[in-house]
């Protein structure tokens, strides 16, 4: 139940009256599905990480860059090895590929700014330190969403082809992972997910984030179905021990539907790795950051949805305005595995794009195995 806390107001002649709720509209905030499905410890895994070379941003027409490591397969066909003295003179090369990649600041920068004067902050009855706190949260989780959006723009694009060598993302493969009449959750309708990575020859449980149609799935886990729907069968295959990573996002449908290629629920399928989250903070580096009383420029953080997130943050006091000036930014992108990295007997990038719906779990099977 909602409580009204009332506060003496030490410069006003008034009570103020605060709303303790936890949806009050600046405590609304977002499920960051992609976000939290890119940085999970299992699409990290293989993924050797980022470097940035030089100490400026890693941005086009820039000379630094973000450096990326990550271990490439071997696509040359096995031969007789009897002989070890044969070719004696080649030497292996390393698996380890790297890449270069800089970020685009009109579509991968995304801030806020802030300006406060002396004189606001004397007719504050809530005082300087909670109107600065108060607004500073508010922006760090409307960049998030924006962020969220951002990525889910860029990870469709990244959406390659079923095994079948059709695209995913103009003629979509359907799941049906509800009962015809959409009353119990079906698991059998994900094997084509896990048949598409296997016969594309992807290893790991699938990643799979999407919208509304994902969350009552998951939701419907909890009710009573029988034999293969029952919740016990359905809580093993959502749980930490089961074969998919389903991730809802709350800004899946808002950004995905207008992009898909006919109306309907849909979600997006990521074998492990093959989709990685860049990110960027100036102010990481010890040779930038700043700290006296009216110039901070430093790293702060905010949990949101279950993870804590960086944020560049500057605090400057401008004596001839006598005002305060504030910047907070995030600079991130999406990086899929180059197409040239599969080998050439692989159909399809491990990354598609699949549609949501209730009925008979199919039995599409037709493939061009890797």
């Known amino acids: 139940m ?23 509209p600046n405590s609304l905030g977002a499920t960051l599905g992609l976000i939290k499905a890119l940085n999970s410890p299992a699409n990290k895994q293989g993924f050797l990480g980022q470097s940035l070379m030089g100490d400026g941003a890693p941005v086009s ?18 031969t007789d090895v009897n002989d070890l ?45 909670f109107v600065v706190q108060a607004t500073t949260d508010a922006k760090m989780k409307r960049i998030l969403i924006d962020e969220e959006k951002a990525l889910l723009a860029s990870a469709f694009a990244c959406l390659g082809k079923y095994c ?11 799941a049906n992972i509800f009962n015809a009449d959409g009353t119990h ?12 990575l296997k016969n594309m020859g992807f290893t790991g449980r699938p990643i799979i984030v999407g919208g ?26 959502i ?34 790795g093959v989709m990685q989250m860049l990110e ?33 943050y500057i605090l400057l006091y401008d004596e001839a305005c006598e005002a305060w000036k504030q910047v907070i930014n995030r600079m991130s992108a999406t990086w899929c595995m180059p197409a040239d990295d599969y080998c050439t007997d692989v159909v399809g990038n491990g990354r598609f794009l699949i549609k949501l719906d209730c009925g008979t779990p199919g039995c599409d099977t037709s493939c061009t195995p890797a």
């Open 212 to 237: 509304d149609y994902l969350r009552k799935y998951i939701n419907l886990t909890t009710f009573s179905g029988t034999g293969a729907n029952s919740v016990g069968a359905l809580q093993n295959l």
């Open 185 to 196: 959750a079906q698991p059998a309708g994900w094997d084509i997910v896990d048949s598409q």
């Open 2 to 24: 909602s409580q009204v806390a009332l506060v003496a107001a030490s410069c006003c002649a008034v009570q103020i009256g605060y709303l303790e709720t936890q949806n009050q």
């Open 164 to 174: 079948d060598d059709t695209d995913s993302t103009t003629d979509t493969k359907t």
């Open 61 to 78: 027409g820039s000379a630094c860059k973000l450096q990326l490591k990550y271990v490439a397969p071997d696509c040359v066909a096995s």
């Open 85 to 129: 003295c044969e070719d004696a003179t080649g030497v292996t090369s390393s698996p380890v590929k790297t890449t270069e990649f800089t970020f685009t600041m009109s579509t991968d920068n995304r801030g806020k700014k802030m300006h406060w004067t002396e004189e606001q902050f004397l007719c504050a009855c809530e005082g300087k330190d």
């Open 280 to 312: 960027y903070l100036k102010f990481d580096s010890d040779k930038l950051k700043r700290k006296t009383p009216t110039n901070i420029r430093t790293v702060i953080s905010k949990d949101v949805d279950g993870m804590s997130h960086k944020f560049d």
């Open 239 to 272: 749980g930490p021990n089961g074969p998919y990573d389903f991730y809802y996002s709350s800004e899946f449908d808002k950004v995905i539907s207008p992009l898909a290629p006919t109306p309907g629920n849909y979600a997006m399928v990521l074998a492990p």
